[in-house]
T-cell receptor
Framework: AQKVTQAQTEISVVEKEDVTLDCVYETRDTTYYLFWYKQPPSGELVFLIRRNSFDEQNEISGRYSWNFQKSTSSFNFTITASQVVDSAVYFCALIPLNNAGNMLTFGGGTRLMVKP | EAGVAQSPRYKIIEKRQSVAFWCNPISGHATLYWYQQILGQGPKLLIQFQNNGVVDDSQLPKDRFSAERLKGVDSTLKIQPAKLEDSAVYLC????????????FGSGTQLSVL
């Protein structure tokens, strides 16, 4: 069985600060996908990124960047120059591909509050 | 493009009552998911449909929860009878094929069982 841990339950920053959300995962599968989703106050989860286990290149998309390190089983998410609109709950998730009964497993989420 | 539609948005019931939630996925999406999200936790998969067939319902409490997707489009999730611990947000999601694809989520139904 797989497990995703987001140790930071809540983070509070002031606008324009950089912030990193940690994600650590456990899986016995060699092939898997990792995701980040954002859940704003409206409730629907919004897809941010997907990364497969064979691609350890870091990715940057605007103010967002992701650092995938297989050696430490981590897939951390950094927001540069945070804005109030970034306030939301962020979820890291994993799905293995080797088992017949694979399902997407979410971490507990990190609530980010960006203050003006 | 229309997103995943869910109704109702909120529901308050007393324990032992029944409740049903409805979901209409994005047009053309073959895979539909129901997730339960308890306050302060990440979503937990209850059931996954591929068209009108069940792919995974291993975490569905089948003594009280049921779900159907008869025509392979919209879906209904029912709880009968409800317990206090069923208080949660019930999220519906869909994807084109399934597997490792990204999911599109609805806004959820917030259920309070008193």
């Amino acid at each position: 069985a797989q497990k995703v841990t987001q140790a930071q339950t809540e983070i509070s920053v002031v606008e324009k600060e950089d912030v990193t959300l940690d994600c650590v995962y456990e899986t016995r599968d060699t092939t898997y996908y990792l995701f980040w989703y954002k859940q704003p106050p409206s409730g629907e989860l919004v897809f941010l990124i997907r990364r497969n286990s064979f691609d350890e290149q870091n990715e940057i998309s605007g103010r967002y960047s992701w650092n995938f390190q297989k050696s430490t089983s981590s897939f951390n998410f950094t927001i540069t120059a945070s804005q109030v609109v970034d306030s939301a709950v962020y979820f890291c998730a994993l799905i293995p591909l080797n088992n017949a009964g694979n399902m997407l497993t979410f971490g507990g989420g990190t609530r980010l509050m960006v203050k003006p | 493009e229309a997103g995943v539609a869910q109704s109702p948005r909120y529901k308050i019931i007393e324990k032992r009552q029944s409740v049903a939630f409805w979901c209409n996925p994005i047009s053309g999406h073959a895979t539909l998911y129901w997730y339960q999200q308890i306050l302060g936790q990440g979503p937990k998969l209850l059931i996954q449909f591929q068209n009108n067939g069940v792919v995974d319902d291993s975490q569905l409490p089948k003594d009280r929860f049921s779900a159907e997707r008869l025509k392979g489009v919209d879906s209904t999730l029912k709880i009968q009878p409800a317990k206090l611990e069923d208080s949660a947000v019930y999220l519906c999601a869909s994807s084109f094929i399934g597997g490792n694809e990204k999911l599109f989520f609805g806004s959820g139904t917030q259920l309070s069982v008193l």
